[in-house]
Each structure stands twice: as C-alpha cells, then as structure tokens.
C-alpha cells in the first residue's frame, strides 16, 4: 500500500459506518487524504460519527428517499463530485430457508442488494459526467459459497456477485471501475446484530431445527473470534485502498484465509465433494 497521504484526495461516501468495517475504512482512508462522507442509519449513530470529526449523513438503505437525501447530503459536502462509493453497509439474517418468511428474506434483500443497488445507480451519472469513479462492493466469502442457516445472507450476497461483474461488463470503457472486496470472518459486531435478527424473525420452538439453532446461537453468542482466521478490520481497509488509488484496480479481492481456501475449493472440487466440506465446516450447527 502507498506510504504516503495522494496529493490528489477522493470524495469517497462509505455506507455502514457505525462500527466495525465501515469505521475502521473511514478512519484509514482519511487518515490518507482523502475526503470521506460516511453514513449510518440510525440519528445517534450519525452524531457519534460527527463527534469524531467525520462529515457524517444519515443514509438507510430500506428507504429510497433516505437514500435521495442522503446523496444530496453527500454532495452538498463534496461541491457536487464524487470519486467512489463504498457499498458496505449490510446484515446477515440467521435461519434454515425454509424457516425464512418471504417478508424477512425482502427485509434481507432491501439493505443487501436493492438499497445497494439504487443508490449505486443514482452515483453512476455523478461518475459518468466526471469520467471516472470507483465501485467498491463489500461481498463476502458466502458471495462464493454457501453455507446452512445463513440462506437470506448466502443468497443476497450471491445476487451482489451477479449484478456487480454484470455492471463492470456494462461499465467497460466508461473509466468507471466496479470491484468486489469478500472477506472471510472479520473482527465486528456482525455475530452481534444478526442474533438480534434471529431472535426477532426465526420461530426456532416450531422449527424441525429447533437443537440447530440451538447449536447456531452458542456460535453467534460466543465472545472472541467467530471462527478461526478471523482477522481485524484493517485486512478490509488494505484492499479498500487498492481498490481506491490503484490505476488498475482488480475486479476481486479475497480477504482472510478461509476466503481463499473455499475460492480454490469452488473451483477444483465437484459439487458433490465441496457439500461435503460445507457440511464438515458448519457440523456443529449440523449433527
């Protein structure tokens, strides 16, 4: 990575900084120069966000017109430009599929992938007058497999991976480059909020998966690292960067070592063999 700040800063806004991936990109990023706006969706976390310096915007994904405002927002602060956009804001819904009510697999779908989405499409025009701009989708290792009781996540993060290499196919020539960051387990409150989720929208004492789940929420109330190879928020903000300030940005970034283990799995193993390994990885939530 570039050891000193650029000499020319990007106006960058970055969804889902409230803590975790989104804060520590922010901090890095301006700590390098460049001009960040980041965003939260609720109001307190917004002003938390202000009272560490940052040019903070309140931006909820499930709702268009906060998603117009926020935008607005952003330009007011940037003087109507704007270099990149860094989609991280996201949840992961726990639960079997068949456990998942359609309203709660369109709650998923909303923040994931149509908020993400839209307020991408309404950057584009912004990037297409400037001539250049950055996509930078935050993915994840369940973009490129699948693993069980995480169905509403596996499937939104798939969706992503489709409609991101769609738009950089689409995008060619344009000077705007689209890439995807998938990080494996990452140092965050994402085992924290998703247990809420749970907890909110699974009916586990009716579920035939009811000792699963059991199993699940040990796992997603464990203190320490999820699972091993679990790395800082800052392996995110390495590739972020990359990303960012390369003149050749790659369409893919793999973060962590699970990451890259199940990439290469993916594509040596027939289907057969690589449900083997998944049920192997996820059999305390299994057997």
Not at 55 to 77: C, F, K, W
Not at 261 to 282: H, M, N
Request: hydrophobic fraction near 40%; include cysteine; charge should be positive.
């Amino acid at each position: 990575m570039p050891a000193k700040p650029l000499t020319e800063p990007h106006a960058i806004l970055i969804t889902g900084c409230s803590s975790g991936i989104g804060l520590c990109v922010a901090q890095g990023l301006r700590a390098r120069g460049h001009q960040v706006i980041t965003s939260a969706r609720k109001a307190e976390d917004v002003a938390q966000l202000a009272s560490q310096g940052f040019t903070a915007v309140q931006l909820d994904l499930a709702d268009s017109h906060s998603i117009a405002s926020a935008l607005e927002a952003t330009l007011a602060h940037t003087g109507g430009r704007l270099d990149a956009l860094f989609n991280n804001a996201a949840y992961g819904q726990p639960g079997a599929v068949e456990d998942l009510s359609r309203e709660v697999l369109r709650e998923q779908f909303e923040t994931n992938l149509f908020g993400t989405h839209e307020l991408t499409c309404r950057v584009l025009p912004i990037m297409r007058r400037q001539g250049h701009g950055r996509i930078i989708q935050n993915s994840s290792v369940l973009g490129l497999i699948a693993l069980p009781f995480r169905g509403a996540y596996n499937s939104s993060k798939y969706a992503l991976e489709g409609l991101s290499d769609t738009l950089r196919l689409e995008l060619h020539g344009s000077g705007i480059h689209v890439s995807l960051i998938e990080p494996g387990p990452i140092t965050s409150r994402f085992r924290a909020n998703g247990y809420i989720m749970y907890q909110r929208h699974i009916d586990k004492d009716h579920s035939v998966f009811r000792d699963s789940y059991q199993r699940m929420e040990q796992r997603l109330t464990k203190p320490g690292p999820a699972a091993p190879f679990t790395l800082p928020p800052e392996a995110v903000l390495e590739k972020v960067i990359h990303a960012l300030e390369s003149p050749r940005p790659r369409a893919r970034y793999y973060v962590t070592f699970p990451t890259h283990l199940f990439a290469t799995l993916r594509r040596l193993l027939p289907t057969r063999a690589l449900d083997w390994v998944l049920r192997l990885v996820s059999r305390g939530e299994n057997s």
